[in-house]
């Protein structure tokens, strides 16, 4: 396994359009997190899975954003009627619950970069 | 609310020791993270604090005071390669985690 996977790893779409990203996190890791990165700032949250219920979602996450995580492996998240707000690097990360280390390390994806034009 | 602050820029020289702080005011507190961020890529996880203390792992070492709502990250033996953007980050519970808006550390030789 080398890492979370992100892809497409670079969108760019017209203001209106719907775009999706998915990401496959580390096998054995049953909690996957979403967060939305500008330049200079630091990720912020928009929510997280613990298998395939989505236990927590961030004011962030406007009724254009939609995550799911059917099976509880890989997730989509989906921006619908895109806005030019909506640019920005989205991060997928994932870790694993159990064990001594239960939670402490959150791995991250290599990000999906979107821009809207 | 959420308040982490954290100097938005450091420069240091290569050889030398670097401690970056971070202030934090948060709601639930369950261990606080620093990790490190090159340019265009995705953050990677450098440490994890939840008791009061001293972590250390190899060149890096992580501090932590519940009470004063205060970490570090302290490097040493800088390396070029040390260049990067370092975020501190209050895990909450058990899902969200909020960032600082990490420090831009530039190693010079």
């Known amino acids: 396994d080398t890492g979370v996977s992100q892809n497409p790893r670079h969108k760019i779409t017209k203001r209106g359009q719907n775009v999706t990203f998915r990401c496959d996190p580390i096998?054995?890791?049953?909690?996957l997190y979403w967060y939305r990165q500008t330049l200079g700032q630091g990720p912020e949250f928009l929510t997280y899975?613990?298998?395939?219920?989505?236990?927590?979602k961030s004011r962030l996450l406007s009724d254009r954003f939609s995550a799911e995580r059917p099976k509880g492996s890989f997730s989509t998240l989906e921006i619908q009627r895109t806005e030019q707000g909506d640019s920005a690097m989205y991060l997928c990360?994932?870790?694993?619950?159990?064990?001594?280390?239960?939670?402490?390390?959150?791995?991250f994806g290599e990000g999906s970069w979107l821009t809207v034009v | 609310g959420q308040n982490i602050d954290q100097p938005t820029e450091m420069t240091a020289t290569e050889g030398a020791i670097v401690q970056i702080n971070c202030t934090y005011q948060?709601?639930?507190?369950?261990?606080l993270f620093w990790y490190q961020q090159h340019a265009g890529e995705a953050p990677t996880f450098l440490s994890y604090?939840?008791?009061?203390g001293l972590e250390e792992k190899g060149r890096f070492s992580s501090f932590l005071s519940r009470s004063k709502g205060y970490s570090y990250l302290l490097l040493k033996e800088l390396q070029m390669k040390d260049s990067a953007s370092y975020l501190c980050?209050?895990?909450?519970?058990?899902?969200?985690?909020?960032f600082g808006d990490g420090t831009t550390l530039t190693v010079k030789p």
């Open positions: 948060t709601s639930g507190f369950n261990g």
């Open positions: 990360a994932s870790s694993w619950t159990g064990g001594r280390s239960s939670g402490n390390t959150i791995y």
């Open positions: 980050a209050v895990r909450h519970n058990a899902g969200k985690s909020t």
């Open positions: 899975f613990q298998n395939e219920a989505q236990l927590e």
């Open positions: 604090n939840v008791l009061d």
């Open positions: 096998s054995e890791h049953n909690r």
